[in-house]
């Protein structure tokens, strides 16, 4: 198969945005207790934190973190995980089953935080609470200090505030899972509220209402529209989730995956834009896409939870293949391609709990391989995001129709005077020689070349092989008289950096 692109600077969307490459650490299984955290680990620092995970999560070149949850947030109380930690409580977390034992809260989390060099999402509880909790959260996170609340950090050890810009109002309230779900008038009306009052304490901050919980909501497309009806003028963005999985054997709708998110970004964009257009407003809601990944849920439902009421048990932890690497690949292309809209993007989750990173309890970390893909864009992405035109063959799919073979994105930073092309090549069965015509753009040769490819596309990594699947360099790859060329194998992704 043969396949043209174009890359041209004028095809510009909008600068690269850092925020892009979040992630997402939920109290949930075993992100938190033996992911991030772990005391008697032989690799602990000082403050219980795996050294090993936290080395990984830099490698995987993580610029942000949502925190702590998830369904987990919508029945947890904060100051539970606060003060002296031999005085706070075991509690029961009804939305995983599992025992909470508060020995990680948001102290600690601000301090990994730091040493990770990322910067903190906080998301407030609106499934069994309100305004009130919300801005005494709010107080204690991020006022200087000589109130009730601020000083209460101080006396934690923390007089520095944290400094939280960016905060979710609540997670998933439109899901009949969430404890405290509502309808969209209801969460609206709460959402809003918390809003205006926590823009009474900080007018700078970036407030993030809840989409759908996923496309294929019985609400979607009305809950963003009755929830911005009532909460547009007080908010920033508001969030998509999205988890996609092979289903049945279908590896061409999976491998078209991205296809699903353009379009889901596409269908929420327009909505906020259609609620500003009934007000006369030029305001631009973002989306934060603050969950996305791979995430084989019909295993999970068949086995439901596993847990009776056990601290930090196996929950979804699910082991990815090559193809999964090659569609989160893919999911990032969509994320970048889609920069002027997509303010926040946070894969979920960071560890063990469907993550990149893997870790055993007193044993090793090690890169899954999908950790490849989002370390690569990461690390590469930089100055602007171009668009790239495609002109290449179609695959029927059974789920998202006739969709290209290839997908790309481009970054091009002028100062670095650096070119980065990421592509994935989505047929099942044939390698696909791709040309690009670079349009003028200064190319002088191939810096860098990647591609995550398997002759066995179920190939996955393991404790006992935990470099199984890595990128390679890519095999056949030319520059000559601006055009680049390359093969690109069946079920592949592949990153080429040119200076
Ligand atoms: O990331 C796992 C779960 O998926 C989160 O807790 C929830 O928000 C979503 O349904």
Same mark, same amino acid.
């Given at each position: 198969l043969n396949a043209t692109l174009?890359?041209?600077?004028?095809?510009?969307?909008?600068?690269? #945005?850092?925020?892009?490459?979040? =992630?997402?650490?939920?109290h949930m299984g075993r992100c938190v207790y033996t992911g991030i955290f772990e005391p008697d680990h032989?690799?602990?620092?000082?403050?219980?934190?795996?050294?090993?995970?936290?080395? /990984?999560?830099? &490698?995987?070149? @993580? *610029?942000? +973190?949502? %925190?702590?949850?998830?369904?987990?947030? *919508?029945? %947890?109380r904060w100051e539970d995980g606060v003060g002296p930690v031999d005085q706070r409580p075991r509690r029961l977390d009804p939305a995983w089953h599992s025992i909470e034992t508060n020995e990680f809260g948001l102290g600690e989390f601000a301090r990994w935080a730091r040493k990770a060099g990322v910067e903190p999402m906080m998301a407030v509880n609106l499934g069994t609470r309100g305004v009130q909790e919300a801005i005494d959260l709010l107080e204690y996170a991020n006022h200087p200090g000589g109130?009730?609340? *601020?000083?209460l950090r101080h006396e934690h050890g923390s007089p520095e505030p944290y400094g939280i810009a960016l905060w979710c109002l609540g997670n998933e309230l439109d899901g009949p899972w969430q404890i405290g779900h509502k309808t969209a008038r209801e969460y609206g009306r709460l959402a809003a509220e918390t809003a205006r009052a926590m823009r009474m304490i900080d007018g700078d901050?970036?407030?993030?209402?809840?989409?759908? *919980?996923?496309?294929?909501?019985? $609400?979607?497309? =009305?809950?963003?529209?009755? @929830?911005?009806? &009532?909460?547009?003028?007080?908010?920033?963005?508001?969030?998509?989730?999205?988890? %996609?999985?092979?289903?049945?054997g279908d590896l061409s709708s999976f491998l078209a995956s991205a296809v699903d998110m353009d379009r889901f970004i596409a269908a929420v964009t327009a909505t906020a834009d259609h609620v500003a257009a009934k007000r006369g407003s030029r305001k631009r809601i973002g989306v934060s896409f603050d969950e996305w990944n791979v995430w084989y849920q019909s295993r999970h439902r068949e086995t439901g939870n596993p847990t009776d009421w056990e601290v930090a048990p196996r929950i979804i932890e699910d082991e %990815?293949?090559? !193809?999964?690497?090659?569609?989160?690949?893919?999911? /990032?292309?969509?994320?970048?391609?889609? $920069?002027?809209? @997509?303010? +926040?993007?946070?894969?979920?989750? /960071?560890?063990?709990?469907?993550?990149?990173?893997?870790?055993?309890?007193?044993?090793?970390?090690?890169?899954?391989?999908?950790?490849?893909?989002?370390?690569?864009?990461?690390?590469? !992405?930089?100055?602007?995001?171009?668009?790239?035109? #495609? =002109?290449s063959p179609s695959v029927r799919t059974a789920r998202f129709g006739e969709v290209d073979v290839v997908d790309a994105v481009a970054t091009h930073d002028d100062d670095a005077?650096?070119? $980065?092309?990421? +592509?994935? #090549?989505? =047929?099942?069965?044939?390698?696909?020689? @791709?040309?690009?015509? /670079?349009r003028g753009l200064a190319a002088h040769e191939v810096a860098e070349a990647w591609t995550v490819h398997d002759a066995d596309v179920r190939a996955t990594n393991t404790e006992q092989q935990p470099d199984r699947v890595t990128p390679h360099p890519t095999a056949d790859v030319q520059l000559t008289a601006g055009t680049l060329a390359a093969t690109l194998p069946a079920v592949s992704w592949t990153a080429i950096r040119l200076t």
């Open positions: 174009t890359i041209d600077p004028a095809f510009r969307v909008a600068p690269v #945005n850092r925020r892009t490459f979040g =992630s997402f650490v939920e032989p690799t602990a620092d000082e403050d219980g934190f795996r050294k090993d995970v936290l080395e /990984l999560t830099r &490698e995987l070149g @993580v *610029s942000l +973190v949502r %925190y702590p949850g998830g369904n987990f947030v *919508s029945g %947890y109130t009730r609340w *601020s000083r901050l970036e407030l993030v209402a809840c989409g759908s *919980s996923g496309s294929g909501m019985p $609400t979607f497309g =009305s809950w963003e529209a009755e @929830v911005l009806d &009532e909460a547009f003028d007080l908010v920033d963005h508001i969030s998509c989730h999205a988890y %996609y999985q092979e289903f049945d %990815y293949n090559v !193809a999964d690497a090659v569609v989160v690949g893919n999911l /990032l292309i969509s994320l970048l391609r889609n $920069t002027d809209r @997509v303010a +926040v993007a946070c894969q979920a989750q /960071l560890a063990n709990v469907i993550a990149p990173i893997r870790s055993e309890p007193g044993g090793d970390a090690w890169r899954q391989t999908t950790f490849h893909p989002f370390a690569l864009t990461s690390r590469l !992405a930089s100055g602007e995001v171009l668009q790239v035109r #495609n =002109s005077g650096t070119l $980065t092309l990421f +592509v994935v #090549n989505r =047929s099942t069965e044939d390698d696909l020689r @791709v040309t690009v015509d /670079l």
